[in-house]
């Protein structure tokens, strides 16, 4: 290898780290703004499993009707099949939901909590400065 190839790697895995610790600096800005919420993302990231083996499911179950009961005519398992695939689909809809609900509140909780810390510092000075033109205007 030549000198010049060492120096563009070793080159290149500095600026690698630089980009990889701004990273986790980045991240480490938001943590605080996600933690006091950790509890709904984890109810929202449960549900998940449920809600893609449903969905996985569902069009297996499908199958295992057309094959099993249509094809061959037997119509006497069919109630046991249709209570399982309505099982499934409401599993499946009752996960997605309740999936969406907990991520969305945590988010957007998250994101009000980085909004008021972002937005305080000038509220307030316009706040001061309305406060100090209502004085100076009853005074005058």
């Known amino acids: 290898m030549k000198l010049g190839n060492f120096y563009k790697l070793t080159r290149m895995n500095k ?8 990273r986790l600096q980045v991240w480490s800005h938001f943590l605080p703004y996600l933690a006091p919420y950790k509890r709904d993302y984890i109810c929202g990231i449960l549900p998940i499993p ?3 083996f449903c969905s996985i499911a569902f069009p297996w179950l499908i199958i295992q ?3 099993q009961q249509f094809i061959t005519e037997k119509w006497q398992g069919m109630g046991l099949w249709l209570s399982l695939i309505s099982f ?7 996960s997605s ?3 969406s609900y907990f991520i969305q509140k945590a988010a957007l909780h998250s994101i009000h909590d980085l909004r008021q810390d972002m937005f305080m510092p000038i ?3 316009f706040h001061k ?3 100090l033109r209502q004085y100076i205007g009853f005074t005058i």
Do not use: E, H, Q, W
């Open 15 to 22: 600026t690698m780290r630089k980009f990889l610790m701004t």
């Open 50 to 52: 449920i809600s893609v």
């Open 65 to 67: 009707i057309i094959d």
């Open 88 to 94: 499934v689909l409401i599993a499946n809809y009752v």
């Open 97 to 99: 939901s309740l999936y």
């Open 123 to 125: 509220t307030a000075f």
């Open 129 to 131: 400065d309305m406060i």
